[in-house]
Structure formats: structure tokens, C-alpha cells
């Protein structure tokens, strides 16, 4: 089976050396580690927001960044969705609005509203289409968020810190959330935090960060929740 | 309809005030002096911004969004008007509009005619001259939109001509039109450029022109409530512009 993410880069900021190789299957894998350890520039790195010094990235079996061959696909063209630590939605316009212009499968204004309306009632947001991102909640917001990252049908779901700036309460209401939708839609993801809660709710592979390393990956035991599809994690730092 | 004969190649161009009954304006009691100076005014500013605005707009994108040499270059010579003297900015748009050269060469092939001393004329001195405000202005606020909501509609696979209509420019729309508003403002109250540019023909002069007309003739009367009008109008535009940094963003 084709990985969703392989994944061996190294990038240098300033005095930070990334240099990490990672293997992403199905389900949730959870990219955990104190602040600054590169978690989200490795997302970033993902994305393509950012080239890196060196490596390749592969997602879904494509190629999207080869430093040696000078390939970078371009964001837009990597079908990944993303949900950022504090929404980014954009404020001019409203939820529904936000959400359907992230629907890539389906042309017309109807058709990809109402496949936008169909994400925000997954993620119980569907009273709030037609209000602005200004006037949403915190918790409210990153359910915006969490459906526009799915609504243009990504091969690939990046979660960068989505919780983080939530009180404890929403926090806990949304781990079930997310971790419900991302499963029942079988789309792969890599989730960032630093709390270690959230990482064992959440993830089905637990990979460790610290200063710009992988040190390491477990599974997490969930006897009844549905885990990765197939194949063992794979993990290994370059250090 | 009434029109405005413009410019002393006879160019004819239809005044702002031709929308509203001369029969109305009388009974509001404006004499012909003022609205006439203020039609041409009005009208050559409303182009003159038509144009700057999209130009400037869009250069002011390209200085903010691009990485390519030379950017400091381009912004300080298109800014080069706000720094100098009007009279020489005309001295040098007339010389280049007027004087044998392609500029004229082409000015004739395009509109039949020089353009000096005609509407035209006027609406291009006045481009030249708050080009600058909207392109600086547009620029500053393009910079200050935070890349992060780029980024994030990149990830939602939109094209980078749409990220710019739907995401960049509304974030800095605020910035934008009030480059547009003082652009308007500035073209409104050239003097300078446009005196040297098209003269002081009759039926082509603007509001400060004709108030200078007042005073060199000795209508002080006149010069009055022509400062007044103008005065009127940029306290209403300078209050716009204020008021644009008031309303709540969304």
C-alpha cells in the first residue's frame, strides 16, 4: 500500500538544523514535542509553504518535493487541507463562503456550497453559514476551520496546533470532534501539538520531536477505535 | 444636454454637471463660474483616479508582492511627483506632451491631436501627479496583510489570481481606497502641473486655476467662495478618509 507521507527533509533557519525522516500510513499520526522542535515547520515543509535544503517529500505516492531534481509542486497543487492553530478564516467573508472556497471536486457556486454546507453539518457547524468569522467563538471557529480543511477532498490533512488556543472545556469537546471526522472520512493526517493528552487521544501513531529530530515512534493502543488501515509506522530520525 | 468645450483644439468632452438641469443649478443659485471650473475639475479628477487606481493598485501589488531587482528603483521614481515642485512636474510632462519626440508622435497617432491644452491634457497631469499617493498607499497596505491568510488559501488550492482579488485586496481594501481618496483629493487640487500642462483656456480650467484667474483679476469676491467650494470638498474628503479608519473592519 502507498504510504500517504514519506517524508525526508532538512531544512536550516538561522541556528535551528531540521533534519528529519518520516512515514505516514492511514488514520491520525501525531507530531509531538516541547515547542520549537520543528513540528510545524515540518508541516510547513509539507505544505510547501516552505523549500527545503534538501530531501523529498511524497504524498500519496507523488512526488510534490525533490530537492536533487528541483521538483517542488506548488501548494495548491499538493491536495492537502489545512486547519492553523487559530483558524485563518477569512474575515470578509462567511463561514459557508469560507468553507466552499476550498471545494476543489465540483465547479459552480451551488454545487460547492452545498458541499460546504454538507462539512459544516459534520462538524455540528451548521447553524453558523451565514454568519462572519468574527463573530464565532473560538471552539466555533476551528470547527470552520477543521471543515474547510476537509471540504476540497485533500489526499493529505495538516493540523497545526489546532486546540491550542481553546479553553480546556471546547478542548476536549473538539479532540472527539476531530478525531471522529477525520476517521469516518479516511483521509490520513498529521496533527501538531505539544500536549500530551491531546496525543494520546488523538493519534494513532505518536511520532517524538526534540530540536529538529525524530526520536522516535509508538502506536497507540486502541482496542476499539479504528487504527492505522495497514503496515507498521514507520519512524527513523537522521541524526 | 449641455457639454463643455474643452481645450483650445476644440475638444469636446460632456461636463459633470450636464447631469443636473442648468435650470436646477440656477435655481440653487451656483453661477456659471463655479460649476463650470467645478465640472471640469470633477471630471478630470473621477478619470484621472479611474486610472490611478487600477495602475497604481496593481503596481502597488507587484512592489509588495514581488521579489524581483529593482523594486526600491521603480517605487521611488513613480513617487518622484510627491517631491517635486508641480511646476516642474508640468515643465516636463510639457515638454515631452508638446515638444517634438515619440511622445507627441504617438499622442497624435492615438487621439489626433497634441495633447497639451486639452481636458486630456489636464487628466494627465493630474494622473501623474497623485499617482504616488495611490501607489504608496496601496503598497503599505498590501505589505500589512497578514501572509499567514495567504498561505492558508494556498493550502485550499486557490490560484494566485484569486488569492489576489479574494483574499489580498479585500484585507487592504481599506488602505486602498483611501490611496484612491487622496489621489482623487490631490488631482482635485493640482494646480501647478495643469496650469503649465493646459493652460488657463476657457471652458479647461479647473477650481485652483480659476481662483488664481480670480485673484490676477481682481475678483476677490469671486476668489471667495471658489476657495470655499474647495475647501468644502476636501474637508469632505479628508472626513472619508477618516471615517475609513473608524467603521468596524467586517
Redesign the interface.
Known sequence: MTAALELAVARQIGEFNLDVALTVESGMSVLFGPSGAGKSLTLALIAGLIRPDSGTITINGHVVTDCARRTYVSTQKRRIGMVFQDGLLLPHRSVIDNVALAVRQTRGRRARRAVARSWLERVGAEGLADRRPGSLSGGQRQRVALARGLAGDPALVLLDEPLSALDAEVRRELRKLIRGVIISSSVPAVLVTHDAEEAEELGDVIIGYNRGRVTGARVVDRPVCPGPASGAPESTGRA | MPGACVGGTGEHRTSVTGLVPHSWLNALGIPPWVWGPLSVSLHAAIEATLVVAVVGCALGFLLAKGSFPGRGAIETAFSLPMALPPTVVGWYLLTQLGGPGPVRSAEVSLFGHPLTFTFTGIVVAQIVESFPYCLRFSRAAISGVDA??E?????????QWRIAL??TL??A?RGVVAGAVMAFGRALGDFGATMIVAGSVPMATTMPIALYNAVFFGSHGQAMVLALVQLAVAFGLLFGVSRLGKVR??
Open positions: 499567514r491568510f498561505q492558508a488559501a494556498r493550502a485550499m488550492g486557490l490560484p479574494l483574499v479585500p484585507l481594501r473592519p467586517w
